[in-house]
């Protein structure tokens, strides 16, 4: 039987600042002759009723900021701007965003080129470089999203000035890309704009496409032809299941997301879009934090979950660097992220260069860029790590709330006895000694969970 100890205020607050990585050691836990770790930490605090299931300390621990930022927003300045208000705009996202950054519109031309705009939140008009909201912004790398919240990397006032179809009219930054029906791009441009932008779900836009309405239409054309362009460039596909999870102090919940064609559709515009911007900061000799990508490290051919997932471990990390250079997963020569300055601090780097150029004025050199890019990359880590342990723990919140269920699974990797299981409903992966090949589609009971310890027991049914 587990004794529950008595602690004092004192006791409990160098217990809990351990379990949150504030510090080393703990003298209570080494009293009670318990490991003298966050996890051990973790769940002495549990078991006092200190903290309930539904805390995480991993945002703590990696240092994520998670009070929202509280500095004034400018007002837009006055500044000549193309008007594409006459050409609908659509801001198409998940239900639920709360930061429309970026949306698509299309024009039709001669000689049967089509030019595709991809309008992008005008951030960098709200926050120049090393500007107090720069300098925040750069310290937290991009928004926190967590499963119970989210800690913008901005106010949430500078979200609702800039905002894409949160207004009748907006300013915007736009790509333009002229593309015939092969999805070649005879010209590209970067304009500062002003926007008519209505918003729509994925699911909405996709009743729109199956209805053949426009422009839908014709956008769903250009990201195939883009799709296929890139593919016969070695670009990769790799399709893995998503899913939505939520959480508040009842419980939690986990949604696998739906993959309607429009999601991968705006997916290739934004793709579409990074490539302009880099060709545009290219010819116009303009440093950027370009996205590189090695080649993939071996070919794995197939369409399985197991190949997706081999697939995917072929990958080289992305890095950034001032000058451009190709992103072989992207099958691209040259590409930089431009379609979220509200979230990613990367993007609004990319943003303040562009502008800068269009506004006449220098942009940053490429070394203070450069350092700009290693602070925030090492914080966006950060960032990153605290979303994906905080997605796990309450991935097993859910799990441990129906110990009854049967999940279906399917066996992705083996290393000797020991294989990944990938479960698709939870978009979860799991160890487990199993003598099955990879591709083996197993059905698996979850039990035992252990919430500070991220790990739960799997049987075969």
């Known amino acids: ?40 930490a973790h769940a002495l605090l549990l078991r006092l009723g200190v903290w309930t299931e539904a805390h995480t300390p991993y945002a703590d621990r990696l240092q ?22 006459h050409l609908p705009g659509f801001a198409i996202d998940d239900e639920g965003n709360r930061d429309p950054d970026d949306a698509v519109a299309v024009e039709a031309l001669a000689g049967g080129l089509t030019r595709l705009w991809v309008h992008v939140a005008d951030v960098s008009a709200l926050v120049p470089p090393d500007s107090p909201l720069d300098q925040e912004a750069r310290a937290r790398g991009a928004t926190l ?14 979200v609702e000035q800039a905002g894409l179809g949160l207004h009748d009219v907006t300013p915007a930054l736009s790509v333009s890309l002229d593309l015939d029906a092969e999805g070649n791009a005879e010209a590209v441009d970067v304009q500062l704009t002003r926007v008519r932008v209505q918003r729509l779900t994925y699911s909405q836009a996709q009743a729109q496409l199956d209805a053949g309405q426009e422009p839908f ?26 899913v939505r999870v939520k959480a508040d102090e009842h419980g939690a919940s986990v949604t696998p997301l ?11 515009c934004m793709t579409l879009a990074g490539w302009g911007a880099a060709i545009f900061a290219d010819d116009n000799e303009i440093p950027l934090p370009f996205a590189t990508q090695d080649h993939p490290t071996r070919e794995v051919r197939g369409d399985t979950l197991s190949a997706q997932w081999a697939r995917r471990k072929t990958l080289a990390r992305t890095r950034f660097q001032p000058s ?5 997963g992207m ?67 859910f799990v441990a709330a129906q110990p009854d269920r049967v999940w279906d699974a399917v066996v992705v990797d083996r290393r000797g006895p020991q294989a990944t299981l990938l479960i698709p409903d939870l978009a979860f992966d799991v160890p487990m000694s199993t003598p099955a090949a990879p591709g083996t589609a197993l059905r698996v009971q979850l039990t035992d969970v252990n919430l500070p310890a991220l790990s739960v027991r799997v049987r075969a049914v």
């Open 1 to 40: 039987m587990t004794v529950t100890p008595e602690l004092t205020p004192a006791q409990r607050t160098e217990v809990e600042l351990l379990a949150r990585g504030k510090q080393e050691k703990s003298r209570t836990l080494r009293d009670l002759k318990l490991p003298e770790t966050p996890e051990a």
């Open 64 to 85: 994520a900021a998670l009070s929202p930022v509280a500095l004034p927003v400018p007002a837009f300045p006055h500044e000549a701007r193309l008007d594409l208000t």
């Open 145 to 158: 999203y967590l499963p119970d919240r989210t800690v913008g990397m901005l106010p949430d006032a500078l």
């Open 217 to 242: 239409v014709t956008l769903a054309r250009l990201a195939r032809a883009s799709r296929q362009l890139r593919e016969s460039e070695g670009a990769l596909s790799i399709d893995l299941p998503e």
């Open 258 to 268: 739906p993959k309607p064609e429009m999601r991968q559709v705006v997916q290739e």
């Open 324 to 328: 451009p250079g190709p992103h072989h």
């Open 331 to 397: 099958g691209l020569d040259l590409y930089a992220q431009v379609t979220s300055p509200m979230r990613r601090y990367l993007d609004l780097v990319v943003h303040q260069q562009l502008r800068a150029f269009l506004a006449g004025g220098e942009p940053m050199p490429g070394k203070v860029m450069a350092s700009h890019i290693a602070q925030a990359q090492l914080n966006a880590d950060g960032t990153r790590q605290a979303e994906r342990l905080s997605r796990r723990h309450h991935t097993l919140r």
